[in-house]
């Protein structure tokens, strides 16, 4: 489904990346780790268009998205996250949620005297889909709150939530869990495995959790000095020596 081939990204005398080669399949929950700046979250910002790459090409279900911008990859139902969620924190949850749809036919003024019918039941339409979507996160009864009184781990829910909102087909989270609980850190990841099997969602996930990677991934890839220097199943990858050198520093 997506597919990063052979990406160079420089910034002045750093090589980001290094001719990373990577695949992701349809509905598998493919990870990335490896030390702070081995290149991982470079090659989130460089699939979503936030960075474009120097050299090679990415693909998604065969086509090149490398020259399109974030807005047109996110057209396309490519969605992510953040490590820092980026929420609208003196708006309340829902109206975080109510953000994020693609495609709404606004609240402009041709909209607002010509198709306000449409508008009207496609906010409906958006509400009842997020009180859904909080629901199943566990956010349903918060939806009133300003987002700014949420704790750190319901910001990441929140994220989760309104990335969900866009009808994704493949959704790459940058550290959802990263200072979060370890109760909620699971409760995460156990909804991602939910939404994998129930709706049949891609994910490409960056995260420090090295353990919780191991039991929820179904494909783990290594990044170290902004090189892919591994990859396979996540607890044949984890117990290679080299892993372990790449972590105290030694390769």
Not at 56 to 69: P, T
Not at 145 to 165: D, P, V
């Amino acid at each position: 489904m997506l597919t990063v081939d052979n990406v160079h990204k420089r910034f002045g005398g750093l090589k980001a990346l290094d001719g990373v080669y990577m695949e992701v399949e349809k509905g598998t929950i493919t990870s990335i780790i490896g030390p702070n700046g081995s290149g991982k979250s470079t090659l989130i910002n460089v699939i979503t268009a936030l960075y474009e790459p120097d050299e090679g090409d990415i693909r998604f279900n065969g086509s090149s998205i490398r020259r399109l911008k974030p807005h047109q990859v996110f057209e396309k139902g490519i969605v992510r996250t953040f490590q820092v969620p980026r929420i609208f924190p003196r708006m309340t949850v829902l109206e975080n949620m109510m953000l994020a749809p693609r495609r709404q036919t606004g609240e402009g003024i041709t909209a607002n005297f010509f198709r306000w019918k449409k508008v009207d039941a496609e906010e409906e339409e958006h509400a009842k889909k997020a009180l859904e979507i909080l629901k199943f996160l566990g956010l349903a009864h918060l939806k009133n709150e300003l987002a700014m009184n949420l704790s750190g781990g319901q910001m990441k829910l929140l994220e989760l939530g309104r990335a969900l909102m866009a009808d994704p087909t493949v959704l790459l989270l940058d550290e959802p869990v990263a200072g979060v609980n370890p109760t909620l850190a699971r409760k995460i990841f156990d909804a991602i495995t939910t939404l994998r099997r129930e709706q049949g969602l891609t994910f490409l996930i960056v995260e420090h959790n090295v353990d919780l990677l191991v039991e929820y991934s179904d494909h783990l890839y290594v990044m170290h000095r902004g090189k892919v220097v591994l990859s396979g199943h996540p607890k044949e990858v984890i117990r290679s020596p080299k892993v372990m050198d790449i972590y105290l520093g030694e390769v």
